[in-house]
């Protein structure tokens, strides 16, 4: 895992997509404790990026992806075919694992193309590049419970290490039974982050990390602590409440058992 040391990195974007947060915009409110987060069921996405045919085979978890990745450019000035970009999944499409697993244990096997082309772990990379034209690096990781504090390091020791301005995107879907018993991930969440080498008119906060062996930090309320814990990339929402709350702060994000990355923002 990449360390950015002190050099400084900067938000420029958010994007997030879970329940009773269709957009980062819903959710500021909620995360100032301006008003109360109800859990109102995420609605299916249609990516507006992805051409027509690419749309039609993209998964329900890669359109996770585009809702907060797509949410986050909407605020972004640096242009999306510049970005680098991280993906962070913990199990990528488990859906498709299951089926592609069930048809193998029928006669004849049948597996859908489209299925087969989408199993891979970085498909929604892949659709991303296409949606928006995009040839600068591209990595997809995977880290468990802990997939959003390590993919936060990957894109930003690709800011401060590569020189690119990056965009991470974290998601994760529930599953369905039997593997929902192995890997209970509760609710949808995605999180996505427009990081940048320089600040820019759009400019969020400034960000700094450093690893440190502390438990991770919690949310204000039981409901939000809830979707915290009930999906990996809902890990990283107490940055997004400071980003939210306009505060000069720190945050743990867990990255392994008693390990955590300390997140300091600076507000501008």
Request: hydrophobic share 45%; aromatic share 6%.
């Amino acid at each position: 895992m990449n360390e950015a040391g002190s050099k400084e990195i900067f938000v420029e974007a958010v994007g997030l997509a879970a329940p009773g947060f269709a957009n980062w915009q819903s959710a500021v409110s909620v995360l100032r404790n301006e008003r109360p987060y109800v859990a109102t069921a995420l609605p299916p996405h249609a990516p507006v990026l992805l051409p027509p045919n690419e749309r039609r085979r993209a998964s329900p978890t890669v359109r996770l992806a585009f809702q907060a990745g797509e949410d986050a450019m909407q605020s972004s000035s640096i242009a999306a075919a510049n970005l680098a970009t991280v993906f962070a999944s913990s199990d990528a499409d488990l859906n498709i694992i299951h089926r592609i697993c069930t048809a193998l244990t029928v006669t004849p096997r049948m597996i859908s193309p489209t299925d087969f082309h989408n199993s891979v772990h970085n498909a929604a990379a892949g659709y991303w590049s296409i949606a928006v034209g995009a040839r600068a690096p591209s990595s997809t990781i995977s880290a468990h419970d802990y997939s959003f504090a390590v993919g936060l390091a990957e894109a930003c020791g690709c800011v401060v290490i590569d020189g690119c301005d990056t965009l991470l995107v974290a998601f994760d879907l529930p599953p369905p039974e039997p593997l929902y018993q192995k890997r209970p991930i509760a609710q949808p969440v995605a999180v996505a982050l427009v990081l940048s080498r320089l600040s820019t008119a759009n400019t969020l906060a400034g960000l700094r990390y450093r690893r440190v062996r502390a438990s991770p930090s919690t949310m204000s309320t039981p409901d939000l602590e809830t979707v915290r814990l009930a999906n990996p990339a809902g890990r990283g929402l107490p940055l997004l409440e400071l980003l939210a709350q306009r505060r000069d702060g720190e945050v743990v994000l867990p990255v392994g058992e008693n390990a955590g990355l300390a997140v300091r923002l600076r507000m501008v």
